[in-house]
């Protein structure tokens, strides 16, 4: 990183799956990890469905839930709820044996052994307590355990007004001699996020166990002044079936800004209840143990200088503590501990707010970490090495987790004033509007090693503004769907949102009321930014990225926002909203517009053709529904929170249901399934066993991965030529989209592949028309594409931004010179046609990576409508 750093040896590896390249220590003839580190694998969800009937089962109605109507789940506290004290005791009712629960074959616990042994734990006194943080995608209880000294209910109520004084008023609380005193620090350990890095959950049943028992003076001591809050296992489904990812596919350690999973709802839930100043996140497996703070580049919204301060320090506490346990690599295959801010030089970053220790911060966390405990015991190895090795590894990655475990206690009680003071000065910073301080030998000393190439700040704008509407020639918002569900979002993630009770001017611009303001002196200023802010273009900082460098909810979600980079709030009247409007009206007279610019209009178009509403075509992409369906547009209106404007237009084609054989990641399934397409999940395996298009009532094709017509074998092929000669429909995204394109002879158009590494927010010119009309003009890249030699008919529906399209990110020219957004400027993005009797349209974006961009799903939602003639 720096030059004063000891360079470790490093080994450049190719995913293949991401097309992105890193860093990581690899020691030869180790139990070591693959070449992509387990707990941040770049799986960019790009990789086709590993099961798809599993993850096909994964409830659809948790679709409905991540559209932006979800509920904000809450902590089942037992009998008696918050109001009670600690202990919170309550019965766990265990859920059935399991026999091929994968964490038998370790040794480890099996999630169905958890209930009875935490029941167990609970009997043993007065320290440990067990709350239900939510459910899993798959249903499965999520369990918190709280450990601390015993409260009343009234001191816990104490405690609960200091964490609410520690966060909205930060200056008194830093003067507050009972904040100093006895306001208990709260630790949060999260264990096996990915379900098939197992230990970390092992461990903390043992830790949790060993601290309800410990009769001395230590331990009285460490509960009487600190609040430990494990959450067992946050992904019960991976655990069972031996799978990085939850029941519906997705990588739970990837989902925090978009929080699509009810699991990462769940995590962000206690991040705003429990506030922990500390936390861990255990994970496998990177030999030797993994240990953060991270390389550059390091967030820029974060407060680093305090976390810096602290996360190292607790980091060479935990190395200490893990090389202390005396494994070595002769004996036990297990290397030394390494910190990547100091050993390593890039490929290991915390720039992206994805990840459990780079979200919590914005909460107020002032160490977090990710470790990788160091022997590999997933994916090939489970399944080839002999149980008694499986096993050996194991139990040393539970006996390293805990020596983490143990050491991050330690740390706290030895720091717990300091570390408190610097979690009150991370809000006081937000809420006063001071400057942050860039870190620097001088700010933070005690780290080694401190360079310019650390250094990352930002200019936090005055507020921003999402617009009401467009009346008496207002700033105006391009989709009200869209913004209240922006607003919701952002009210779950704790940020304060304000709503105008007059008309009002900011920024030289002029705002109705009802429109929302975001005052950015607020105590958590940094993660109102990160969602809000369009991000930076760091493509020129260092040479690779771990995972995605570019997101803006502020481009990406549809809404109109404002950054509103200086100027007084003192004229902007206003009133805190802890809800969005709704927004939801259907006009009283003629026929009924529903734009189907927004997802949830798609939503509701999907949900109006399966009971049976008349539905017409306009050629802007919009839909017309006739005025004797004005009892189906309230009905919908209602649940969907969408608008149904008057028209004149009459329509023109029928808009008939569409079902939809899918060949893609769990996030396009999933959104697809947002938007209530009917979809069967498709694959070559899928077609080369018999698949039957007319049985299946298919009407359009969507291909991103998982599908390629060379490995079709000739029956499969039969079936799939003659489902689009027959008027079926294709949608293709990135470059397996484009290759069963082209090897079916379709459209007449040339792919041409961008850097496999690039990602980022970018700006696009839309054509209008019935797959872009209306759309915004930002989409998301991730090993972006274009097209060329465009035949006869082919349309361009969007086009890649002039100059340097990418917004923010990380896109660079590849090792010859090509594939550089320079190349891309100007260059088709979305291209449409029809050829051999099929409808077309291929995407160079990726407008449904992860679940992610909003904004951007209605281009996929049209395009399938338009290719299937519904």
Known sequence: MGISRPSRPVLLTTLASAGALLFTTVVPGSATADPGPGGRDILREGSPLSSTERAAKGPESAADRALGTSETPGLDSGRGGKDRGYPREQKLTPPPTNPDDKSIKLGLAPYHSLAPKLNDIQGIGDRVSVEIAGRSAGGHQLYLV????????????????????????PGTAAKDPAVKS??????????????????????????????????????????????????????????????????????LNRDFITASQPEARAMRQIAIDKQPAVMIDLHGYVNGTLIEPTTPPHGENYEYDLFLKNTYANALGMEAAVNGLGYTPEKDGVEPAIIPFRDQEEGWDDWPPIFTPQYMPFHGTVAAHTIEFPMTVNNDEYDELPVPELRRRSAINVDIAGAAMSATLTYTQEHRTSVIADQIETFRRGAVGAKQVPVSPETVPGVPGIGPEDVYTTDFPRAYVIPRGKEKGERGQRSAAAASRLVEHLLD???????????????????????????????????????????????????????????????????????????????????????????????????????????????????????????????????????????????????????????????????????????????????????????????????????????????????????????????????????????????????????????????????????????????????????????????????????????????????????????????????????GPADAAGQPSVVSGAAAGARVVLFGTEPLFRDHPKGVFPQVGRALLSVSGG
């Open 146 to 169: 709280t450990v601390t000294s015993p409260e009343s209910a009234k001191e816990t109520a104490r405690q609960e007004r200091m964490r609410d004084l520690i966060e909205n008023e």
């Open 182 to 251: 006895s306001y208990k620090t709260p630790v949060f350990i999260n264990n096996n996020i990915h379900g098939n890095e197992w230990e970390g959950t092992d461990a903390a049943l043992k830790l949790i166990e060993k601290l309800a028992k410990a009769k001395d003076g230590k331990t009285k001591d460490l509960l009487a002044h600190n609040r430990l809050y494990f959450n067992v296992t946050a992904n019960p489904d991976g655990r069972i079936a031996g799978t990085r990812a939850n029941a519906n596919g997705f990588d």
């Open 493 to 819: 993630n704790d940020v304060e949102v304000r709503r105008a009770t007059r008309d009002f001017r900011l920024g030289g611009k002029s705002y109705a009321e009802g429109s929302y303001v975001i005052d950015m002196r607020q105590p958590k200023r940094g993660l109102a930014n990160v969602m809000l802010a369009d991000g930076r273009d760091i493509s020129d900082k260092v040479s690779t990225m771990y995972d995605i460098s570019g997101w803006s909810l502020g481009r990406l979600w549809g809404a109109t926002v404002d950054s509103v980079k200086g100027g007084s709030l003192s004229g902007v009247r206003s009133r805190g909203v802890d809800s969005a409007s709704r927004v939801g009206h259907v006009a009283s007279r003629g026929s009924l517009r529903l734009r189907l610019d927004d997802a949830r209009e798609v939503a509701a178009l999907n949900w109006l053709l399966a009971h049976g509403t008349s539905v017409r075509r306009a050629d802007d992409g919009s839909v017309i529904l006739p005025s004797s369906a004005r009892g189906a547009a309230v009905a919908a209106a209602k649940k969907y929170d969408v608008a149904f404007d008057a028209t004149k237009t009459k329509g023109g084609a029928v808009v008939r249901p569409t079902r939809v054989a899918a060949a893609v990641t769990p996030g396009e399934l999933f959104a697809l399934r947002e938007m209530n397409f009917d979809v069967v999940p498709v694959s070559t395996e899928v077609l080369n066993a018999g698949f039957d298009w007319k049985k299946s009532g298919a009407d359009a094709l969507f291909v991103s991965a998982g599908l390629s017509y060379g490995e079709l074998n000739a029956g499969a092929k039969a079936g799939l030529d003659s489902f689009l000669a027959g008027g079926g429909g294709l949608v293709g995204r990135g470059s397996e989209g484009a290759s069963l394109n082209s090897d079916a002879k379709l459209l007449s158009v040339e792919a041409v592949s961008g850097n496999g590494d690039a990602n980022g927010v970018v700006r696009v010119v839309n054509s209008g028309g019935p797959v872009t009309g209306g759309a915004v003009s930002h989409s998301f890249v991730y090993s972006p594409m274009w097209f060329k030699g465009l035949g006869s008919g082919v349309r361009v529906d969007q086009s890649y931004g002039g100059g340097n399209p990418l917004v923010s990110g990380h896109w660079r020219a590849a090792e010859g010179g090509a594939g």
